[in-house]
């Protein structure tokens, strides 16, 4: 009996040696899957962060972008402002130009064609008409 006992007390013993092995497993384990579901919560607040810089720099540089556009367009209306102004000044340059030649204003040149004109239509002066039509067309 006594060995019975004995035996009884060493199974006894072995079963909560076992059950607190069991224990200390469910808690390592237990253990282990809290740390990792940190981590896992830890490495989506990262990825969101990262996502949220990436949209900042892609919206900086698509803002970027449209600022460099409408300076670009700015220019290009300045440049063909100046150009415009630049192709006038040189069509009043040969104007006056051609006027100095001529040794006649718009002006005066206007008034001797209506002249001519007038004097063309007038019966009276057939040889004047004839001789202005030859000289200006």
Do not use: C, H, W
């Amino acid at each position: 009996m006594r060995v019975q006992r004995l035996r009884e007390a060493e199974a006894n013993e072995a079963d909560n040696i076992n059950m607190a092995r069991r224990k200390q497993e469910n808690l390592n384990v237990a253990s282990f899957l809290k740390v990792q579901q940190q981590e896992k919560a830890r490495q989506a607040i990262l990825l969101k962060e990262q996502d949220k810089l990436y949209a900042m720099e892609y919206t900086r540089s698509i803002q970027d972008a449209i600022q460099m556009e409408e300076t670009m367009q700015i220019k290009r209306k300045q440049e063909a402002k100046r150009l415009q102004q630049e192709q006038l000044r040189q069509a009043q340059m040969k104007e006056e130009e051609r006027n100095l030649k001529s040794g006649m204003t718009p002006r005066e040149r206007r008034y001797n064609r209506d002249m001519f004109e007038d004097m063309a239509n007038s019966p009276r002066s057939t040889t004047l008409s004839n001789t202005g039509r030859r000289l200006f067309g």
